[in-house]
């Protein structure tokens, strides 16, 4: 046996990635893989793989591969899967900076017909083979940086002292409102819904931890089929005890700005095969404009009545698309607009003292066009008032008992907000819909693959 492995060793070079063939120049090494793409002359194949980490382009010259080798990969269709061994070779030409000299080729799975073809595809053939689509390079890019928004936010609150504190997934009441609730067959006839924001419980944490955030999937059963919805998307919440408004804005401001600069940082391939403009990263640093709601609506009469936005905005509404559009258009960084009508938001947001009518909330409108990626602000400390609240907003008050609970025992001022990492993903990308911003969304009409 011990002698069995040992030739095996000393056979086969070691195993590496396309990402590492700078620190094997001019040696063998062995790739794992799939089959990019074929191209042939004559009696040279020049089979591009991909393995995950990159794509590189190999050189098989039919005198130097073993006749079975050649034959084999020169019927290969785009995505047969392959292991290659070669020599790396060193060429400024090639899009990674190496190439590799091909020896041999040990094919896994013979693949011919792969659904998907460099010729263009419509979206949805393409979501409908999503589980396929995920291969290739753009999508790959988007991906990549959805993973660097969340370790960014993570290594963010992790370093500024926040205490992950993961929220449940079933719960047994509304927290953003009734209408958007996804409803599941508890036991015993029970009902339980599906969480919209770990924030209620974020709250109790946060007199706990002093900062926590918990960061999962969250549903909205919202009927809305726009470039910016999803029925399942992830949100981080981060939440502070002894916070108030002016914190939420400062946090969030900090953590965005960190988003970016990491994703400039580790990203930068994939921005490049995005076609992203890395200005408009490099844009996105402290400190944020700030806009009263009020001064908000001053500035959408105007672009009223120049004639820039169709319908005239009332006071006391919610913004739509393209209010938040017009509204960011002047900002080459996000817009924090606060002091929203209490009307349109939700039951728990704490009041302006000298204006009772607006909430202490806030929202962070990206810039582009790309609307809100935050939404939070400070929540309700008095007992009385909450309860008043919950009547009002049509909600069981025993169910949210536990939430009272937290007026009752330590009651302190305490803000916190919530990103949508899909959102937030589109934006750094510079692409045009969420749903390619998550491996498999869930949107009003698509629950598969
Ligand atoms: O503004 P929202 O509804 O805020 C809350 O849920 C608060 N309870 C959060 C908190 O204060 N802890 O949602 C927050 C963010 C939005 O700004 C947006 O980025 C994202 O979540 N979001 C969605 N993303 C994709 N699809 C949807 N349907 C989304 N709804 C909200
Ligand atoms: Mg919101």
């Known amino acids: 046996m ?8 000393t056979t086969s ?3 590496t990635f396309i990402n590492q063939l700078a620190q094997h120049a001019g040696e063998q090494v062995t790739i794992k893989g799939w089959l990019y793409n074929l191209r042939s002359s004559g009696k040279i194949l020049f089979p591009q793989l991909r393995d995950g980490t990159g794509v590189v382009q190999c050189v098989a010259l039919k005198n130097s591969v073993a006749p079975e080798v050649w034959n084999a990969l020169k019927g290969l269709g785009q995505e047969s899967a392959l292991a290659i061994t070669g020599t790396v070779r060193a060429d400024e030409r090639a899009p990674g900076g190496y190439e590799i000299d091909l020896l041999h080729a040990e094919v896994f799975d013979e693949v011919h017909d792969y659904p998907i073809t460099p010729k263009e595809h419509g979206t949805e053939f393409l979501m409908d083979h999503r589980h396929l689509w995920l291969r290739s390079r753009r999508q790959h890019a988007i991906l990549k940086v959805r993973h660097t928004v969340v370790k960014a936010v993570r290594d963010f609150l992790d370093a500024d002292g926040f205490t992950l504190a993961d929220a449940p997934i079933f719960t047994p009441a509304a927290c953003e409102g009734t209408t958007t609730l996804f409803e599941v067959d508890y036991f015993e006839g029970e009902k339980a819904y599906l969480t919209q924001s770990g924030q209620l419980y974020n709250e109790a944490t946060a ?11 969250t549903f909205r059963a919202e009927k809305s089929k726009t470039r910016r919805h999803l ?4 949100m981080v919440e981060p939440e502070m005890a002894y916070a108030t408004l002016a914190d939420v ?37 402290p400190p944020f404009p700030r806009l009263h709601y009020d001064d908000a609506v001053k500035l959408l009469h105007e672009g009223h009545n120049k ?17 938040e559009t017009y509204l960011s258009a002047n900002y080459d960084k996000p817009l924090m607009v606060h002091h929203y009508p209490a009307a349109v938001k939700a ?13 202490l909330g806030v929202d962070v409108l990206a810039p582009e066009g790309y609307g809100e ?3 939070g602000g400070e929540r309700a400390t008095s007992l009385e008032f909450l309860k008043e609240q919950i009547a009002l907003h049509d909600l069981p008050q025993e169910a949210f008992e536990w939430y009272l609970d937290l007026r009752r025992y330590g009651s302190v001022p305490h803000a916190g907000f919530g990103m949508g990492i899909e959102r937030c993903t589109a934006w750094m990308c510079g692409i045009e819909h969420v749903r390619e911003t998550i491996p498999f969304p869930r949107m009003l009409y698509r629950l598969r693959p």
């Open 373 to 375: 990626v935050i939404g």
């Open 207 to 217: 007199a706990a931890f002093g900062k926590v955030y918990c960061f999962g999937p």
């Open 2 to 9: 011990a002698t069995e492995s040992k030739t095996l060793e």
């Open 347 to 359: 039951f728990y947001m704490a009041r302006d003292s000298e204006r009772p009518e607006l909430a």
């Open 231 to 234: 029925t399942e998307f992830w």
């Open 307 to 323: 004639g820039e936005l169709e319908a005239r905005f009332e006071w006391g509404g919610d913004f739509g698309a393209p209010d």
């Open 13 to 15: 070079p070691p195993r």
């Open 249 to 285: 804005m400062t946090l969030s401001e900090r953590m965005l700005s960190a988003i970016a600069a990491r994703v400039l940082e580790d990203r930068g391939e994939e921005l490049k095969i995005l076609e992203r403009d890395p200005a408009k990263l490099e844009a996105i640093v």
